[in-house]
Every structure is written in C-alpha cells, then in structure tokens.
C-alpha cells in the first residue's frame, strides 16, 4: 500500500514550457486535491475532484488544468510555465462523504526559471 | 468562502514545556477541523481532528479544544520533545468541501 505518490520529486523547467505532474493513489479515495505550498502561505487550493469525471476549481487555478479519468490519477498541468508557479505542490486524497482526513503525497519541488 | 487565521507563525519552547497553536475561522458552518504535521521535506500528516459536535479531544500528548461561539480552535502539546519541532497547519471545511488551511506555525523544542 503505497498511499499517494507523486512524480517527480524536483522539476526545474523554463519560462513557457509545459509539463504534468503526476499524482496517483491506491487507497480507492474518492476525493483528490492539489495545493501548493509556498513561504507564509500556508497550503492554497488549486484544483479538487470529488470522483472520477468530476473536477472544481479551487483557490489559485490559473495556469493549471487537471482531468480525472480514473479514481487512481489526478495528473496537474502547466499549461505555459512562469515565475510565480514556482512553489511545492501536493497532492492528497480521502475518502467519500463522511470521511474527512486527507493523505499527501510527499511533494513535487518545481523551479520556472 | 472560509478563511483560517493560525497564530503564531512561529514558536520556540524548551523540551518539556507545553505549546500551544491558535485558530480562527469565519464560516460558521464549518464543522471540521484537523491539524497536520509537516517535518522537512515532506508532506503534512494528519496528528488530529475534531468535529464540531465535539468540543475537545485527546490523544496522548496532543489535543486540541473548539470553540464553536467564538469560532476558534487550539492545539495543545503537552511534555514537548525535540521530535515534534515541524510546521504545524490548521484547517477547516463544512461538508465534503476541500480543506482551507491556516499558513503554519514553525514549532521549534529547544533541548
């Protein structure tokens, strides 16, 4: 049972460029979120998926997309990379309704330069 | 939408004292509440929750208390050792809506 992972670990891309970040879970969660995490800002909402076909914007979604073709993968893209998308990202998932505590993954590290 | 406010953004104590983080949330209907766990280069762990139809809960050295009146909840750590110096997140949400998290507290145990 590997919980939530992701890949890759670092990423350094350059300014325009695109890329996916791949997130995968093997718990059966219905739920998936993608944050990300930069200094003094806590964790911010960028996109979330409440089953498989179903995604919802959250606090910062520009510049990102995400689709959810299975229960098990929540890819995040970068549709045109910059600066400010310069950040750890997370991914976490939980289980259905009245299930609340989310598993995270162990982080991506991403550089636009 | 809810907004978290956590405090404070950093904290030192000697190992063996007690911390204690503080939360505000705005949205009066949400009704639950976790606190996370996120060492070095990794990603946060749940320690504890809470829901709102609950007003305080233990386990072993951590707790944390609700208010729901006042709209804040706390974190307690009781017999600090140095292994729970990490950044520690508040969050809150209503239903099945996504986490709002606080922006951490650097929790640092001297020994």
């Known amino acids: 049972n590997a919980g939530v992972t992701q890949t890759p670990k670092f990423q350094v891309l350059k300014t325009g460029q695109s890329m996916t970040l791949q997130c995968a879970q093997d718990?059966?969660?219905?739920?998936m979120s993608w944050y990300r995490q930069d200094p003094g800002m806590g964790l911010r909402l960028i996109h979330y998926?409440?089953?498989?076909?179903?995604?919802d914007q959250g606090e910062v979604p520009n510049g990102y997309n995400v689709s959810r073709s299975t229960t098990e993968d929540f890819p995040l893209r970068l549709l045109s990379a910059a600066p400010s998308q310069t950040s750890v990202y997370f991914c976490a998932s939980r289980q259905g309704i009245g299930r609340y505590g989310y598993t995270f993954g162990s982080g991506t590290r991403l550089t636009v330069v | 939408g809810e907004n978290v406010e956590q405090h404070p953004s950093t904290l030192s104590v000697q190992e063996g004292d007690s911390a204690v983080i503080k939360c505000t949330y705005s949205d009066s209907a949400s009704n639950y509440f976790p606190w996370y766990k996120q060492e070095l280069g990794k990603g946060p762990q749940l320690i504890i929750d809470?829901?709102?139809?609950?007003g305080e809960k233990k386990d072993q050295r951590i707790a944390v208390t609700l208010n729901k009146t006042a709209k804040h909840f706390s974190l307690h750590i009781t017999e600090t050792q140095p292994e729970d110096s990490a950044v520690y997140f508040c969050a809150a949400s209503k239903g099945n809506t996504p986490l709002v998290f606080g922006k951490g507290t650097r929790l640092s145990v001297i020994a």
């Open positions: 718990m059966n969660h219905e739920y």
């Open positions: 998926s409440v089953g498989a076909g179903i995604t």
């Open positions: 809470i829901r709102s139809n609950v």
